[in-house]
């Protein structure tokens, strides 16, 4: 598809329609170098001419670093559902990332980047401590550095928000409706902020604290992170043994067999051999595993329940298998992963929107510090700051704030009360920025709404896009179900059984199964733990959020 200064849709995949949209590099020099931004949507149902008609709502899945046109090509219809006929949904690969040109890339092959290794580690995992990952970083700075012909410093999140007005303005309107997911509230944020007049809906789900993201802290993400591993216990031990693989007569009995298996596997790794690969199980692979799985408790806490009763029994297979993506293989044809989001633009977007940061190895130190103490979790999450320290050093003169205005429509921001890495206390700060912006409480466990299945939330969120109106100040919505099946039932039995308890409308069903099987997809929207000194939870759409 060749790229246009205006939008010119063509048939692709199943019932989509995509489109290149040419946006200049450097918005302050229009008529220099220009960015090719991929595009695709799901059309409106109704007919563009009709008064029913509502025009585009664009998302943003997260990371940062994750494919819009992944999420609307895999879960286009299901958010179609939820918003209903009338719009037009719109997914978009921000520039760097996917299918969007100039393409982020460190390594010359995809055999490169495998061989150096980019897979989620805990940093402090050795005798070397944090150094390994710290040298790791610099290393990767460099290599970003020798790669960049002079694009690399137009990757950030001020150009993409421009780019996104571009994209408004290319539909024939002058207003933007938006959905962004975890990163994705730190772009919509900053879009607001910048252009606070040009704000129809928008909804921020998962929220950060932008002041934190480009101060390059990263240092309370975490407050909540607890809350959702308390759940799992409670649960766990609630369902009962029926419905908990991993059950115990107390959470803090089910607390204790985990802590055990972590001791073991510190000690002696559990060598694994299943269908799809064959490694190590090691601390670090187990840590990852549960942190992910916090991300997505609907979809994910029943299988990583199995997982460590079959741990506990000596067998790693399930564990292994869900961490490992399959055996990479080299290709002869490039246009194999022509369209693959890589890792790579996750630390270019991050590093290049926040300010620089110490690259010496005691500052690195006294950071790790503080967030091991501040968290159990900070050993996986100090990755994302490290990584920065050895970023190339550009002008740091792109927006980073502040976050105040009085938009032309008031924000609608969704926070869960039991969020692993976006705490509901980061989207009532940001709601005060914004006036009559109103935060809507989801009262479950996981990162962002759509990982429980909430209608009421779903509902208010269809309200919002259809007609303007927010939810009362303090309104607090409940998910349908947990993530732990009734005892002696299965989960669809479960959750067919909490539909006719409901008494659900007919609409209410629709949202209901669209919210559901959304959250039964886990990885589509992480918020990306970057890859310059080890992984990401990565989207599973796309072979990274």
Not at 289 to 317: H, R, V
Request: proline letters at 7%; aromatic letters at 10%; a negative charge.
């Amino acid at each position: 598809i060749v790229a246009r200064k205006e939008l010119r849709w063509h048939k692709c995949y199943e019932e989509r329609q995509c489109a290149r949209l040419l946006v200049p590099l450097n918005h302050s020099e229009p008529g220099g170098q220009q960015a090719s931004i991929a595009l695709i949507r799901k059309p409106a149902l109704v007919p563009r001419n009709s008064e029913f008609y509502r025009g585009p709502v664009l998302f943003n899945p997260g990371g940062p670093g994750e494919s819009g046109v992944d999420i609307v090509r895999v879960s286009g219809d299901l958010f179609g559902t939820i918003l209903g006929p009338q719009f037009d949904i719109v997914g978009f690969d921000p520039r760097g990332i996917g299918r969007s040109q100039p393409h982020v890339s460190f390594f010359k092959t995809d055999v490169e980047r495998h061989i150096w290794d980019m897979n989620l580690k805990v940093v402090n995992r050795s005798a070397e401590g944090i150094a390994r990952g710290w040298a790791r970083a610099h290393v990767l700075g460099q290599l970003a550095a020798e790669t960049d012909d002079g694009y690399l410093r137009h990757i950030n999140t001020d150009q993409t928000a421009r780019d996104m007005l571009k994209i408004v303005e290319a539909h024939g309107r002058s207003k933007i409706q938006y959905w962004g997911f975890s990163y994705g509230s730190v772009l919509g944020a900053t879009f607001a902020a910048m252009f606070p007049d040009k704000i129809e809906r928008m909804v921020i789900d998962g929220v950060e604290d932008s002041e934190n993201y480009y101060a390059t802290l990263w240092s309370n993400n975490l407050l909540d992170t607890d809350k959702v591993m308390d759940s799992f216990y409670i649960g766990c031990a609630e369902a009962g043994p029926d419905s908990c693989a991993f059950w115990a007569p107390t959470a803090n009995d089910i607390r204790q067999k985990l802590t055990t298996l972590y001791d073991s596997l510190r000690s002696r790794p559990l060598p694994v051999r299943t269908k799809s690969g064959y490694g190590l199980l090691d601390y670090s692979m187990l840590r990852t595993a549960i942190f992910e799985s916090l991300y997505w408790p609907y979809a994910s806490f029943p299988i990583i329940a199995q997982g460590l009763a079959d741990l506990a029994a000596g067998q790693g297979q399930l564990l292994f298998d869900r961490m490992n993506p399959p055996q990479f293989k080299c290709s002869c044809d490039s246009s194999e992963r022509a369209f693959a989001t890589i890792p790579d633009a996750t630390p270019a977007i991050l590093c290049n929107d926040g300010d620089d940061i110490p690259g010496d190895l005691e500052s690195t130190q006294k950071y790790f510090d503080m967030m091991t103490k501040a968290s159990n979790w900070g050993d996986i999450w100090s990755n994302i700051r490290i990584g920065c320290v050895g970023w190339p050093k550009f002008p740091k003169d792109h927006f980073q704030g502040p976050f105040e205005a009085n938009t032309s429509h008031p924000i609608l921001l969704i926070g869960n009360t039991a969020d692993p890495v976006t705490p509901l206390w980061a989207a009532k700060k940001m709601s005060r920025g914004f006036t009559g912006s109103v935060v809507l409480t989801q009262d479950s466990a996981g990162h962002c709404s759509i990982s429980a299945p909430s209608v009421c939330t779903q509902k208010y969120v269809r309200e919002y896009f259809i007609d303007g109106t927010l939810p009362q100040p303090g309104t607090i919505c409940q998910p349908v179900g947990q993530p732990f099946p009734v005892s002696g039932l299965n989960p669809e039995e479960a959750h067919n059984q909490a539909v006719f308890t409901l008494n659900m409308t007919p609409d209410e069903k629709e949202i209901y199964a669209a919210i559901l099987e959304l959250s039964k997809t886990p990885g589509i929207i992480p918020f990306r733990v970057p890859l310059s000194l080890s992984g990401g939870i990565s989207a599973k759409v796309d072979a990274g959020t």
